[in-house]
Structures are given as C-alpha cells and as structure tokens.
C-alpha cells in the first residue's frame, strides 16, 4: 500500500491523535511549501516516523496524485478543527 494512502487511513481512523496531526502538519508543509520542524518527526515512533519518510518521498516522485488531494483534504480538516477547538477552549474555561 503507498504510504500516502497508509498516512490518509491512520488520520482517519483518529483524528487527534498526535502522530495524524504530525502528518496532517507534514502533508499541509509539503503541500503548501512552508517550513515543517523536522523535530516533530524524530517525535514519531520508528514505524510512523519511517511513514512519514516514504509520504514525503512519494510526494515528490508524484506530486499530482489523486490520493494526495483526499490526504491534504483530509490534513486541511484536521488543522481547521484543531484551529476551532483552540479558539473555543479558552472561552470556555475562563473564570466567572
């Protein structure tokens, strides 16, 4: 299985889940040719971490593939979610 299709199953299947934002700031890195810590990745397990490698050389053998569009969809929703989830957290546990 390509490791793009590996990398868009795992954020699926959780969301929130620190190695799926890792990869979903990865893919969104790539994508939009922005800085990306590399620190992050030595934060993976060695399987993620070795996932993530293939993502990022699948990315640039193929960079119009189909299934990069679903994974960077996919990354774009998580990244939104979690830019909404922090603006709402402060609002609600602010002192009464």
Avoid: C
């Avoid at 620190?18 to 990865?26: F, N």
């Amino acid at each position: 299985m390509r490791a793009v299709k590996k990398a868009r199953k795992l954020i699926e299947t959780d969301p929130g889940n620190q190695t799926a934002q890792t990869l979903s700031r990865l893919v969104l890195a790539l994508e939009s040719e922005t800085p990306f810590q590399l620190a992050d990745l030595y934060k993976l397990g060695y399987e993620d971490f070795e996932l993530a490698l293939a993502v990022i050389g699948e990315w640039r053998l193929d960079r119009y593939y189909t299934s990069k569009a679903v994974l960077l969809d996919l990354s774009m929703q998580v990244e939104q979610n979690n830019a909404q989830v922090a603006t709402e957290t402060p609002a609600a546990t602010a002192p009464m």
